[in-house]
């Protein structure tokens, strides 16, 4: 999944493990930006963004190894390379930057801003949804990464996502 926040990216993650009866990869940044804010009353600062980087991919390869064929990702490097580039004027750690580059994904599915938003302590440009959005696009359009932008109600995205997901699945045979 590839989107600003609030996008539905979660819950398209899981109903989509659901469906497929595998497992998805939360958003590691989530839990450990949660837990900085309820220490410290802090928010996300760059020398987080290599700590959270390492976190996703550890993540990842570790539940890779439960997946049933199809692993979902809630998130991945080059998400977190754009809100790097977003909230710290246009800087990326060069380790994060190689990483992101490096990664390399089947299929993304960008989430549209047309989900209500859902306000909590990590979340906090409801006022730049369209300009995030619109960052998000650019970075896939940037590096040429096959996606597919997913809009409507939950259904609607889950039936789009469940034929894309199937005729993929029909062309890797």
Known sequence: MFGPESTGKTTLSKQLAEKYKTV?????AR????EKWEKENKICEVSDLIPIAKGQ???????AKQANKILFCDTN???????SEEYYDGYVHDDLE??????DYDFYFLTYIDTPWEEDD??????????????????????NKPYILLK????????IAVEKIDD??????
């Open 122 to 143: 990590l979340r906090d440009r409801p006022h730049m949804r369209k300009e995030m959005f619109d960052a998000f696009k650019n970075t896939l359009d940037k590096y």
């Open 152 to 159: 409507g109600n939950k259904e609607t995205r889950l039936n």
């Open 57 to 63: 991919i550890k993540l990842e390869n570790e539940l």
């Open 168 to 173: 993929l699945l029909k062309n890797k045979k």
């Open 31 to 34: 839990d450990f930006l949660q």
């Open 24 to 28: 998805w990869v939360p958003e590691f």
């Open 77 to 83: 490097l080059l998400e977190t390379k754009v809100y």
């Open 98 to 103: 190689k990483a992101a580059l490096e990664s």
